[in-house]
Structure formats: structure tokens, C-alpha cells
């Protein structure tokens, strides 16, 4: 069911925005932004609750330090969004906040999201969660913050891989002109998004790409990620990011992947093409994406994984 977010926030009391696990900039740059538009709007100040910890290249954004782990289950809240989440279970165990609460929205752009919550904002032709929020904030007058410029240029940069992915339409280049008009500043973004790496991170993906797998004559190419390896760099959850990108640079490869144990029985997959819909392999996993880009977690251990995975994977 399509939503009137004014309506619904002006009547909510108790308001929590909730990011995916391993948030990216996308997930936490559009919670950030409607965090600063609901306070410019309605007066009103929503809980964030982050479900992993915030990278550090993240750490810029505006409000980003009043977002936290919630774990009192006994919070009840009037109204919980979701913002860039595909699926409800990657709020992880923070899904008791969205089972209780008296009114659900669900803002999110991909094509395999199935439409949970009680209201959607969903836009699979959009580039990323910040590219819908703007669009409706400019279909319904909300003026932007300078904040919330800065956040929702973040969350579409990040998404379209600094404007160079195929979702990157001519509406994402007017919408970043309005963001900058409005305060983002592209070069200040830029870097903190992108050159605030530490040394362990840079030298941990190094690692697993010195590490990769190549098929079917370089156009499969994968890494696997044990939790030793994690250990070994003093790793966060967020070090595998770009991995995949890497991997899928490479002239040869047509579709690449990282696997990441959680445990001996069960492993988190991050997927790229060129071609193929790896959506719709992730999807056979419980898990989905874009065409392009996608994920999944596997109940099995790296090695079964990667056997099922291949299965799948049609060139």
C-alpha cells in the first residue's frame, strides 16, 4: 500500500528509523536524511537504530552520532521505517521493533523487496533508498536541510558507485545537482566516502584478492573470507566491501563473488556481473538485489557454498 508520509509521521509519536546490517552509505546516508527532514517538518526527533556498527568512512554524516544499537526489546513505537532494506530479516533480531509496532513503512528501490510493512516506497527503477526519498520530497514540497543534502548525495554517490554503475540515470545527475545546490558538497563527500581507509583495511582486501578464484577462463572469479582471516587483520564487517567490484573490474569476469563464514554452517555471499541476473541467484538463497548487484546468506559452510553458488551461475 502506497504512503502519505506526512500524515503518517504527523500522527506517530514514538518514531524509529531502522538501517540494514553492515549498513552501506545508502542505508545510513537516507536514514540520516529523513531524521533531519522529520525534525525540520514536524518538529519531531525519531530514534535511529543502526543493526551493525557504522563504518568509519560513514561517520561524517550529519546526526550519524545520535544513531545506536537498541536492544530493550520492550521498546514499543508508534511508527518504525526501514530504509534500504530488501528484506525484513536483514534488521536482524531489531525486527521485534517492526513486529510491535502500530504502524510499519517500508521505504526501499529493490526489484526482489516483497513489499512488507504496512505501507511501501518502493521504487526498483530508482538508483538507490536516497534517490526515492528525494523524489517524494520534491513531489511534496519538503524543503531540504543542508543535512539532509549531504545525506541523500551520499546515499545516491555510494549506490551508483561515484555516478559510474548502470543505475545511474538522468535523474540521478539532477538530483545530485539540486543536493549540491542545497549544501552537499561533491569533493568533501567524495573523500570521506571514499580515502578515509585505514592500513588494515586497505591491506585486508589486498589479501583476499591475492587470494581469488578464477573459472571457466576468468569469467568466474570469487574469494573466500574465513573468520581467521578476519581475526588476522583485526577486520569489521564492513573490510569486504568493494571486494566484489574488485574482482568484477577485471577485463575476464563476467560475474564475481565474496564468501564470508559466519559460522561452520552458514556463509554471507556478496555478488557482482556484468551480465548475468544475479539477483535471481541470490534469490534461490533467500536473497536478492539488483540485476547487477546482489546477496545472500547461505545455511552451509565457505566450501558448500561456493559449490552451490557455482551451481547456480548460469554464463
Known sequence: MNCNLDDIIKSSGKILLLSHMNPDGDTLGSMCALYSMIYKRFKKKADMNVVSNVPLNYKFLPNINLAQRYYDKSLVYDLVITLDVAAIDRVMDSKIFFDKAKCTINIDHHKTNPGFGDFQLIEPEASSCGEVLYNYFQANGWELTKDAAICLYTAIMTDTGNFRFENTSANVFRAAANLVEAGANPNYIYKQCYETKTKNFVMFQNYCVNKAVFLEDNKIAYTTVYKKDLEKFSAGDDYTDGIAETLRAIDSTEVSFVVKEVDTKLTKVSMRSKKVDVAEVCAK?????????????????????????????KL
Not at 546482489?294 to 547456480?312: F, R, Y
Open 285 to 313: 538463497f533467500g536473497g536478492g538485489g539488483h540485476t547487477f548487484a546482489a546477496g545472500c546468506t547461505i545455511k552451509a559452510g565457505i566450501e558448500d557454498s561456493v559449490k552451490k553458488l557455482l551451481n547456480e551461475i
